[in-house]
């Protein structure tokens, strides 16, 4: 069955540390988009980020990187020199192409809520 | 602005009463989906259209929820008979049908409260 699993529930830094997200997934489709998705107070999902499952290079954009193994079915975000409007709940989710159909529907982990501190 | 929007933001409302939601996506985006969200939790899938066609359901969505996309461009979402377990966070998504298909994008959502 698929399933996402962000086993954090929250997570508290003080400004400028490093933090990293994890992220582990089921799935039983060959091909599988996984996304991170970043849901400030405000309550708006805002899109990070999209890797395909045949893509294992990890990317980084700023001072957000990302971390796909498939060996270990994980898909790890971390956040460079943490700021406090890093604050937010993220979303790590699963769309699968074969079994999920054409439609795209994402499959959401519950969420880890990151705390910046000053 | 033009992304997803959604309205209204908030709802209350008194059990066993209708509510509906609309959803405005993006001009271009073909495909268009609605997710609920309990607190703490993250969003479930409802429903998908694309274009005005509803292509598939989830068994979430039971037979008091009805959703439309009558041109293909704007959506709604009925509840009828609200119950206080249907309140929650009812998201939009919209994506393209070409290209990066699999990248949605969400609207603000409307935050229903059912007394």
């Known amino acids: 069955a698929q399933k996402v699993t962000q086993a954090q529930t929250e997570i508290s830094v003080v400004e400028k540390e490093d933090v990293t997200l994890d992220c582990v997934y089921e799935t039983r489709d060959t091909t599988y988009y996984l996304f991170w998705y970043k849901q400030p107070p405000s309550g708006e999902l805002v899109f990070l980020i999209r890797r395909n499952s045949f893509d294992e290079q990890n990317e980084i954009s700023g001072r957000y990187s990302w971390n796909f193994q498939k060996s270990t079915s994980s898909f790890n975000f971390t956040i460079t020199a943490s700021q406090v409007v890093d604050s937010a709940v993220y979303f790590c989710?699963?769309?699968?192409?074969?079994?999920?159909?054409?439609?795209?529907?994402?499959?959401f982990g519950k969420g880890t809520k990151l705390s910046v501190k000053p | 602005d033009t992304g997803v929007s959604q309205d209204p933001r908030h709802k209350i409302t008194k059990r066993g009463q209708n509510v509906t939601f609309r959803c405005d996506p993006i001009s271009e985006h073909n495909r268009l989906y609605w997710y609920r969200q309990t607190l703490g939790q993250g969003p479930e899938f409802l429903t998908y259209?694309?274009?005005?066609?509803?292509?598939?359901k989830s068994r979430l969505l039971s037979d008091r929820f009805s959703a439309e996309r009558p041109k293909g461009s704007f959506s709604t979402l009925e509840i009828q008979r609200t119950e206080q377990g249907d309140s929650a966070m009812y998201l939009c998504?919209?994506?393209?049908?070409?290209?990066?298909?699999?990248?949605?994008?969400f609207g603000p959502g409307t935050r229903l409260t059912v007394t």
């Open positions: 998504a919209s994506s393209p049908i070409q290209g990066v298909r699999y990248e949605q994008y």
């Open positions: 259209f694309q274009n005005e066609a509803q292509l598939e």
């Open positions: 989710a699963l769309s699968e192409v074969n079994y999920g159909g054409s439609q795209g529907n994402l499959i």
